[in-house]
T-cell receptor, first 111, second 114 residues
């Protein structure tokens, strides 16, 4: 699976959009981008995934660049409960079992 | 809300004791996983199972063992606990079949070995 690079930490004001970047310059054509988050050492929680098109669900939006070498997770209206570590993971469709989490981005939402 | 449970949530135990961490899920998932995470560090896969009587070691070497006698149950055992086993242990499950299935995680067991 391709390696990902994320900033170690970010801050965001409550109510503003949080934009979390992820670089995956070695991604190959059959690899998907997944995002999970972990709130205060609880079990990680799935957020969203995509291949090349932008995706949106009730939690977040995922923007993938045209060359697929990077992506951005967007939390449109961050709340204090969104404070967590966010993990960007790249996986092949067939190898969905082994999540390699990396160190992630620690997002701090402040009032 | 995912229906995956872990007990105990916290365990403090002395060196040399045998311990079993329980993990159960009520979603009928065939695939189950154990991850280990030290405070502030990355999660590492230590065991996984594709179904009853199937167990495999993960990417991180672990002295623990697992069993999968029933679909819903995936316990992890340490025969002789040591301080180096102090960590958080997270259990997860996912549906069978290929594709883009998310993993559902339990709340974790925080183990401290004195």
């Amino acid at each position: 699976d391709a390696k990902t690079t994320q900033p170690p930490s970010m801050d965001c004001a409550e109510g503003r959009a949080a934009n979390l970047p992820c670089n995956h310059s070695t991604i190959s054509g059959n690899e998907y981008v997944y995002w999970y988050r972990q709130i205060h050492s609880q079990g990680p929680q799935y957020i969203i995934h995509g291949l090349k098109n932008n995706e949106t669900n009730e939690m977040a939006s995922l923007i993938i660049t045209e060359d697929r070498k990077s992506s951005t997770l967007i939390l449109p209206h961050a709340t204090l409960r969104d404070t967590a570590v966010y993990y960007c993971i790249v996986r092949v469709w067939e190898n969905t079992d082994k999540l390699i989490f990396g160190t992630g981005t620690r997002l701090q939402v402040f009032p | 809300e995912a229906d995956i449970y872990q007990t105990p949530r916290y365990l403090v135990i002395g060196t040399g004791k045998k311990i079993t961490l329980e993990c159960s899920q009520t979603m009928g998932h065939d695939k189950m996983y154990w991850y280990q995470q030290d405070p502030g560090m990355e999660l590492h896969l230590i065991h996984y199972s594709y179904g009853v009587n199937s167990t495999e070691k993960g990417d991180l070497s672990s002295e623990s063992t697992v069993s999968r006698i029933r679909t819903e149950h995936f316990p992890l055992t340490l025969e002789s606990a040591r301080p180096s086993h102090t960590s958080q242990y997270l259990c997860a499950s996912s549906p069978s079949g290929g594709g883009l299935n998310e993993q559902f995680f339990g709340p974790g067991t925080r183990l401290t070995v004195l």
